[in-house]
């Protein structure tokens, strides 16, 4: 028998400054694939790091 893959992906680093946008360290473990933004319509420049860091 076969087994199901399933990839979770997730849009993460959306936060800008005092706006939080979801809890991306807490839903981090759970996912396979992630989007982080690039800055242009959602994150900032601490926020993405932090994200790629984690």
């Known amino acids: 028998m076969d087994s199901l893959k399933l990839d979770l992906n997730c849009d993460m680093g959306e936060s800008y400054g005092a ?3 979801g809890d991306d360290l ?3 473990p759970f ?4 989007n982080i933004a690039c ?3 959602g994150g900032d420049p601490g926020t993405m790091r932090k994200t790629v860091a984690a």
């Open 31 to 34: 996912v396979s694939s992630a």
């Open 26 to 28: 807490a839903v981090l």
């Open 19 to 21: 706006w939080k946008m």
């Open 39 to 41: 800055g242009f319509h």
